[in-house]
T-cell receptor
């Protein structure tokens, strides 16, 4: 069963628009961790945020904000006032604690294009 | 601080040749991961090490793939013999794992492998 679903394959917005990237996860563990990574055209994977399953407080970092809702198993990512530099593929990922594994299950990614 | 270092950044080889990818994790990190990224399969974990010991290699595609971590500051991923379907970007990532706390993984720049 797919553990992380990013239903939006591609999104295009005009600069300065707000955009939300959706992430839905599936796990039976009561303790787990959620992550967002950014992959710009240069190819590297850049860590953006980690969230623990027992902390549902939303977080804001500059133009970025994250909405974690356990009731809907979602961990959505919003970029406010998008900029061209935000153009990238964004990956949501899950790590399950009780399996004893430390690996990340990645979604298929959402390609965001910000049009100037 | 130096991030995860991978070499080479690009590798072009012919089918049947041996390929060795190298990774130096972030100093002080005790977990190391090898991922492969392709258009068809996305990001998939190949193997990971905790304290230089391989923990889960279930993602290694077949016996042609092998990975070692002789010490805390160096790991290799070897493909012998290489095949065109091995063409992908190979990422190395490292993390600091302490007990049940799962910290974020930091990725290297990747090695783009092309097997002709």
């Amino acid at each position: 069963a797919q553990k992380v679903t990013q239903a939006q394959t591609e999104i295009s917005v005009v600069e300065k628009e707000d955009v939300t990237l959706d992430c839905v996860y599936e796990t039976r563990d009561t303790t787990y961790y959620l992550f967002w990574y950014k992959q710009p055209p240069s190819g590297e994977l850049v860590f953006l945020i980690r969230r623990n399953s027992f902390d549902e407080q939303n977080e804001i970092s500059g133009r970025y904000s994250w909405n974690f809702q356990k009731s809907t198993s979602s961990f959505n990512f919003t970029i406010t006032a998008s900029q061209v530099v935000d153009s990238a593929v964004y990956f949501c990922a899950l790590s399950e604690a009780q399996t004893g594994a430390n690996n990340l299950f990645f979604g298929t990614g959402t390609r965001l294009t910000v049009i100037p | 601080d130096a991030g995860v270092i991978q070499s080479p950044r690009h590798e072009v080889t012919e089918m049947g040749q041996e390929v060795t990818l190298r990774c130096k994790p972030i100093s002080g990190h005790n977990s190391l991961f090898w991922y492969r990224q392709t258009m068809m399969r996305g990001l998939e974990l190949l193997i990971y090490f905790n304290n230089n010991v391989p923990i889960d290699d279930s993602g290694m595609p077949e016996d042609r793939f092998s990975a070692k971590m002789p010490n805390a500051s160096f790991s290799t991923l070897k493909i012998q013999p290489s095949e065109p379907r091995d063409s992908a970007v190979y990422f190395c990532a490292s993390s600091s794992v302490r007990g049940p706390v799962y910290n974020e993984q930091f990725f290297g720049p990747g090695t783009r492998l092309t097997v002709l």
